[in-house]
């Protein structure tokens, strides 16, 4: 108990003497993990966004013909025969008609001069939720090309693909935040307790003329590190939150955000990160008190 | 009352010890001592005798170059860094130049040394008020050790130095900056910490008000060699062959 009274007097006390510094490095831990998170927060997002597109694909075949009942069972066989699918639904001219007609609600006037027959007639396939290898639904798309009758397949991978490759970027986006907090926190870190040790150094060699222990000296300075990292990584995942806040609040509705379902990070992320910049401060601190501190 | 050598056990021993400093300054040469637990003893000898290397050698500050050293019957060379660590919890050292921190208070600097024991504040207080009241300084308490004067920073370095209750204090020229009666409230503490805490203590001075009429061993250093006191009776040296 002595002990941890020493070790937390002894952390509130180099805290003063560089309270300056320790502001300084407070901020930039702080912003580091802030933008480390923002991106990590808009990379999940559009991960799970990917996933949830992934899920709702589907592909229709639109035939320049309509499809007898006869036909269906032989056209099934031969599609399930590619590969799994959750289900076929065969869409008849007319019922094509009436899905639009529903869609187009109060508006399906417009329809009125035109005839049932106007719409071509379909297939869609809706593969397994597994199928989300963007080739697997392109060698799927050129297949169902190749049935009889077939005049177009809409697979809607061309927009997957796009989003693919946005977020891939945005992968490398939060890898290099990611990588900038690492160099960042433990940089400034170490900075800091440099000064802290410089700032001491009379006091420090006295304490080791007095016989303090290793931990004595280091685990203040460890403790330091730690509440650092604790503290900017608690302001700066605070501040992410109040701006998801406003963003959730101002582009609310039924827009890109709701398509998206923009949600911040779960409590075991949250953590996650908190865990990871108090553990990086510590590396800072532990880099520092190795390199300049001999007992 | 001097220790009787012939049965007490050493508590500090210098075997054949020899300290050069580069280039090829020679400190002390081939010194062989024994130093008695509750042994008072006066190292003496002009500046730049030896003194302060012998302290530095026996509280680590320094390796010797050649020789043996002994310390509580624990070889210093064999110590790891945590072994050296927790001796000089056990030593109280005065050096010559205090080493105190100016910018902190009297309290402060003295109970540092109490606070690397993780000792309570409570008994730190307490100890810190009774070393001031034997030192004639309670009034400087809350001062900062910078805003006193030599004299009364010499006896805060002995305050800090005495504060554990050591089983071996080192004081290295401890009434250099002291008047008389200062001197004579150092050698009240000296003898207080002797007789109740059976503290064993070795004084390096060249002040021979300190020695002149005491009973305990006095030993000569000059040139890094080290010699009974010329004006000692010849039972108090305990130079001995290794």
Known sequence: MQFLAYILRQTGKNLRQTWGTQVMTLLTVTLSVLIFAFFFLIYTNMIRASQRLGDDVRLIVYLDQEVTEQMRPGIEKKIREFGPVEKIVFVSRAEAFSRLSAQLDKEKDVLADLGPDFLPPSIEVYPLKNLHDLTKISQFSDFLLSLPHAAKVQSGSDWLRRFGYFTNLLRVVVLLSGGLLIITMTFIISYTLRLTVLSRQGELEILRLLGATSAYIRLPLLLEGMMQGFLGSSLGLTALYFLYQYIASRFSGPGFLRLFDFAFFPVELTGAILLAGVVLCTAGSLFSIRRFIRI | ?242
Request: proline share 5%.
């Open chain 2, 1 to 242: 009352m001097p220790r009787d050598a012939s049965t007490d056990k050493p508590l500090v021993e210098l075997v054949n010890v020899t300290k050069i400093y580069p280039p090829d300054i020679i400190a002390l040469e081939d010194v062989s001592l024994r130093i008695y637990k509750g042994e008072i003893l006066f190292l003496t000898g002009m500046s730049g005798a030896g003194k302060t290397t012998l302290i530095k050698l026996i509280c680590c500050l320094e390796n010797p170059t050649r020789g043996v050293i002994e310390v509580a019957g624990r070889d210093l060379s064999r110590i790891s860094p945590a072994g050296v660590q927790r001796m000089r919890q056990k030593i109280g050292v005065a050096y010559q130049e205090f080493r105190l921190l100016e910018k902190q208070t009297v309290l402060q600097n003295i109970a540092m040394a109490m606070e690397v024991t993780y000792a309570s504040t409570k008994a730190i207080h307490a100890r810190v008020d009774e070393l001031l009241a034997l030192l004639n300084l309670s009034d400087k308490r809350d001062k900062l050790a910078g805003e006193l004067s030599r004299g009364e920073q010499q006896r805060v370095a002995l305050a800090r130095a005495a504060a554990n209750g050591p089983s071996l204090l080192l004081a290295d020229e401890p009434t250099g900056n002291l008047d008389p009666v200062a001197t004579e409230l150092v050698i009240n503490l000296f003898r207080h910490l002797n007789e109740k805490n059976g503290s064993t203590i070795v004084v390096a001075t060249h002040d021979p008000s300190i020695y002149a009429e005491t009973e305990h061993r006095v030993m000569m250093l000059s040139n890094g060699q080290l010699s009974a006191h010329p004006n000692r009776a010849p039972r108090q040296i305990d130079l001995f062959e290794a």
